[in-house]
């Protein structure tokens, strides 16, 4: 497969996604509670998927496909850090079930991955018209 032509801006906003998860993980409550706004039982834990599936998707997307499994085990360990600061912080309190929804989130994002949803930046490239190196 053909190298990212825009593989380092495809990087770089996957470390602001990062940042912006940290952020929403240790910030003031405000923060997500104005982020998340849907009415429905158990959406945060419903956030803490789609954050966690679309975090492995755009890092799958972004490197080769032999670096999955590495990317998932990344994404593993900051939930889990995530979780242990905020068992620390006073306005936060961990959650396992937050770790249980972030699991199923990469897990699923994984499969996703490599069923071929993974590439879309090349496919998103290509159909740019984006000339590969």
């Given at each position: 497969m053909p190298r990212l032509r825009?593989?380092?801006?495809?990087?770089a906003a996957g470390?602001?996604?990062?940042?912006?998860?940290?952020?929403?993980?240790?910030?003031?409550?405000?923060a997500v509670e104005q982020t998340w706004l849907l009415p429905i039982p158990?959406?945060?834990?419903?956030?803490h998927f789609l954050?966690?599936?679309?975090?492995?998707?755009?890092?799958a997307g972004v490197h080769r496909r032999e670096h999955d499994l590495l990317v998932a085990q990344y994404l593993f360990l900051l939930g889990l850090m995530m979780e242990l600061a905020q068992g620390s912080l006073a306005h936060r309190s961990?959650?396992?079930?937050?770790?249980?929804a972030n699991t199923a989130g990469i897990a699923t994002g994984?499969?996703?991955?490599?069923l071929g949803v993974g590439r879309w930046c090349h496919w998103l490239e290509r159909r740019l018209g984006v000339q590969h190196a």
């Open positions: 825009w593989a380092p801006y495809w990087r470390w602001l996604l990062l940042v912006f998860a940290v952020y929403l993980s240790l910030g003031p409550t405000s158990y959406n945060d834990k419903l956030g954050a966690y599936c679309a975090l492995m998707l755009w890092f961990a959650d396992f079930g937050d770790m249980l994984l499969v996703l991955a490599r």
